[in-house]
């Protein structure tokens, strides 16, 4: 299936950093979803973002929907320890029910 | 969010026997919901679209007869993998579209000896 561009694939960052990831594809979205995956868990909804250009904070975390409607970045910002895991993204074309296509995914590694 | 109850959790299984996966929606109905499968380290592959009452939709290059879809109710779909192999091993997971949002279950982990 097809796939988003997501970078980077893997980041080491210290405790107290911000953090910043993106995602970009060759289609258009009309809705991105960002989302974290703990190991041996199902992912779990961090933002979902449905207007280009739109800026969206949940907490430490704020994502952008790239006004060209072909990217997205997150940034989570004063990292902590819990922030470990692997961060998705994934955009949906038009209509509601139409199909997810997912990021290959960013593992984030706090260190203290 | 909305809640989307996936079960077993985890299950392992001798190979040729048939495994099957629940994914309930808890506090909303879902006309649709996906499954997906995950290789170690890998993104989410979407497998099949699950459609209450009628036939499930499979993407390219999976095999309808292996795995099984069923969406009975607007709140259960199942995953029956058939006469499952060592190579059918990974870890699914369901998920259901609540106003323009997709909510996952926790996931299934599969180990077919």
């Known amino acids: 299936g097809q796939q988003l561009n997501q970078s980077p694939q893997s980041m080491f960052i210290q405790e107290g950093e911000d953090v910043s990831m993106n995602c970009t594809s060759s289609?258009?979205?009309?809705?991105w979803l960002w989302y974290k995956q703990d190991p041996g868990e199902g992912p779990v909804l961090l933002i979902a973002?449905?207007?280009?250009?739109e800026l969206t904070s949940n907490g430490r975390l704020t994502a952008q929907f790239g006004i060209t409607r072909k990217d997205s970045f997150l940034n989570i910002s004063a990292s902590i320890p819990s922030d470990v895991g692997i961060y998705f993204c994934?955009?949906?074309?038009?209509?509601?029910?139409?199909?997810?296509?997912f990021g290959t995914g960013t593992r984030l590694q706090v260190t203290l | 969010g909305a809640v989307v109850s996936q079960h077993p959790s985890r299950v392992i299984c001798k190979s040729g026997t048939s495994v099957k996966i629940e994914c309930r929606s808890l506090?909303?109905?879902?006309?649709?919901m996906f499954w997906y499968r995950q290789f170690p380290k890998q993104s989410l592959m979407l497998m099949a679209t699950?459609?209450?009452?009628?036939?499930?939709?499979?993407e390219q290059g999976v095999e309808k007869d292996k795995f099984l879809i069923n969406h009975a109710s607007l709140t259960l779909s199942t995953l029956t993998v058939t006469s499952a192999h060592p190579e059918d091993s990974s870890f699914y997971i369901c998920?259901?579209?609540?106003?323009?949002?997709?909510?996952f279950g926790s996931g299934t982990q599969l180990s077919v000896l």
């Open positions: 998920s259901a579209g609540k106003q323009g949002e997709l909510f």
């Open positions: 289609s258009i979205f009309n809705t």
């Open positions: 973002l449905y207007k280009a250009g």
């Open positions: 994934a955009g949906r074309g038009a209509g509601t029910a139409s199909k997810l296509t």
């Open positions: 506090d909303f109905q879902a006309t649709t």
């Open positions: 699950s459609n209450e009452g009628s036939k499930a939709t499979y």
